[in-house]
């Protein structure tokens, strides 16, 4: 195994939509799978798309941490040529961050509940449910492989800046009057 580059920002491979992957148990895929996990890992994401290691492929590994789902974390995870659908019209306000736009966060706005489909690492047909920060990861990870990047959904664009000045600074600390 090893750490792959992650693509910053400003590279074409983040803004172009990724290519199918034909077989998912072909030896190279399974490598990337098993570095992406590495390199997500290292950099400490929640999730990774082919793209941001510079492979333009319909692949992303994630998982739910404890601490983000305390009733509901799940596992290291691929999802191999993913379908995600919103269930309904109700949205949520995530704020996220990239391993590909470092020390940056903002808030995004994301469908609550999403319906999701594709292949797992072993090739095996999966598909779910998912709502709060599982619906956000992967909603996050499949706009990698369609070339969005989560800037491009900002619609509060004062709630977007570097990491830790939005820990020192907290909605509830703008000036009265300000947008939150």
Sequence with gaps: M????????????????AAAVEDPLAPDIQDLIADMIETMHDA???GLAAPQV?????????????????????SIRALINPEITPIDDAIMLCEEGCLSIPGLRATVPR????????LDQNGVP???EASGFH??????????????????????????GFSEEL???PPSATREGDAP
Excluded: C, W
Aim: proline content about 6%.
């Design 54 to 74: 510079h492979r333009s492929l319909r692949l992303f590994v994630y998982h739910v941490p404890v601490s983000r789902e305390p009733s509901a974390p799940l």
């Design 44 to 46: 400490n994401g929640a």
């Design 126 to 128: 999966v598909e779910g």
């Design 2 to 17: 090893a750490l792959l580059k992650i693509a910053r920002m400003g590279h074409p491979v983040l803004l172009a939509r």
């Design 167 to 169: 820990l020192r600074y």
């Design 111 to 118: 469908h609550e509940r999403v319906h999701y489909r594709g």
């Design 135 to 160: 619906a956000n990861v992967l909603q996050h990870e499949a706009d990698h492989l369609d070339g969005v990047l989560y800037p491009m959904r900002i619609v509060d664009h004062t709630r977007f």
